[in-house]
């Protein structure tokens, strides 16, 4: 059978996309090598629960146009993300903000806050020497040179080793000093009592999960589900006349240049039966390097939910393997110029376009996913 396009990932990026060419009149094929649809916000029902079975998703975004178009496919509740951070035994409200700084620092005002931090900032300059000052060897340097540094100097001290480093190190397997300072280019620092972790206009879950967001979104597509592209490719007598490739770019050439770098996770669930409320918050970090997960999700939050059990889910960082999950592009220096060879490659390809987190090799939000498909095949229907 001929199709106009073959679309290769059954994501948000590829649903999205695929959408937009059915409604021009364009036949379409999807496919993705899991067994549902969905991708890392695949959704599924557990003891009347939405799962959340890649992580958390919050979706929040400003653009009114995106919010306008996500909510054609689904009702959104109006939950906020607001996580809680545990260190020592002590709990901490994320983001940074006054209730933050009051636990930490038993204070009560923002002058107070404000004080605290900018001394520790300083303090930290001028040992680093970022500062006017000079450090031991007498010279002044204008850039902190790795993410602790950077860390240090726009929050301080006591913020950064409990609630920023541990956290940060499980994350990306390394330590804060071998990392690059622009992972964190800036930290949410307010001195309000607002534990509101976005500050996106439009915020929410979908009420009922995302899988029926990307059902709707696929009705008039044709999708077939638990194949691989190569496996597909290799077998079909199909023909398609473009193709739309959402997954690795650097798999998609064979790892001709080698392979790029990712960052992993491993999830670990857990049916708690009559437990009604294990931890009293959707999303609780665990900043200390010595407790092996990042977070603890427990998904009836993000719905409000009153069932009679709950859901958890420890999320775990891992090192990247071939053949294993991509989660995280590790965006640094290195990686950026590897991929730039890959772009070069995916521009000379004839009739096929890259899309997405991994096909793009850069790290989206879900609204972010949505506007760059739409744009694509705006581009692609021109």
């Known amino acids: 059978m001929r199709y106009h396009w073959l679309i290769v990932g059954a994501g948000l990026f590829g649903a999205v996309f695929a959408r937009e060419m059915s409604k021009a009149g364009k036949k379409c094929l999807c496919i993705d090598k899991r067994e549902h649809l969905g991708g890392n916000i695949y959704t599924e029902e557990k003891k009347g629960i939405q799962v959340h079975r890649y992580g958390a998703h919050i979706f929040h975004t400003s653009d009114r146009a995106v919010w306008d178009y996500v909510n054609r496919f689904a009702e959104f509740n109006n939950f906020m993300n607001s996580p809680i951070a545990v260190y020592g035994g002590e709990l901490y409200n994320l983001p940074f903000n006054m209730n933050t700084f009051s636990k930490m620092w038993g204070i009560r005002t923002p002058a107070e806050a404000r004080e605290i931090i900018e001394r520790q900032k300083r303090e930290a300059g001028e040992a680093l020497g970022t500062v006017p000052g000079g450090d031991r060897s007498g010279q002044n340097r ?43 280019r800036r930290l949410p620092v307010r001195f309000t009592y607002d534990n509101n972790y976005f500050t996106d206009r439009f915020q929410g879950i979908p009420v009922g999960g995302y899988t029926q967001i990307v059902e709707k979104l696929l009705e008039g597509t044709e ?79 993000f719905e409000f939910g009153t069932q009679p059990d709950t859901v958890i889910t420890r999320e775990y960082p891992a090192a990247w393997r071939r053949g294993d999950e991509p989660y995280y592009p590790v965006n640094d220096e290195q990686n950026g110029k590897l991929y730039e060879k890959y772009a070069r490659l995916a521009a000379e390809e004839k009739n096929v376009i890259f899309g997405g987190r991994l096909g793009q090799y850069k790290y989206y939000d879900m609204d972010k996913v949505i506007a760059e498909a739409l744009q694509m095949a705006a581009k692609e229907l021109s």
């Open 142 to 184: 204008t850039e902190p040179s790795n993410l602790e540094e950077q860390a240090l100097s726009l929050v301080g001290r006591d913020v950064y080793e409990k609630l920023v480093k541990g956290y940060t190190e499980k994350q990306w397997g390394r330590s804060c000093t071998e990392l690059p300072a622009f992972i964190i």
């Open 223 to 301: 999708v077939r589900l638990g194949v691989s592209y190569r496996e597909f490719m290799q077998n079909t007598a199909d023909t398609f006349d473009k193709v739309l490739y959402t997954g690795m770019i650097d798999e998609y050439f064979d790892y001709r240049y080698g392979e790029l770098q990712y960052r992993s996770l491993r999830f670990e669930e857990e049916i708690l039966e009559g437990c009604s409320n294990y931890q009293g918050n959707a999303v609780v970090n665990y900043t200390e390097r010595e407790v092996p997960y990042t977070r603890i999700i427990e998904h009836k939050h």
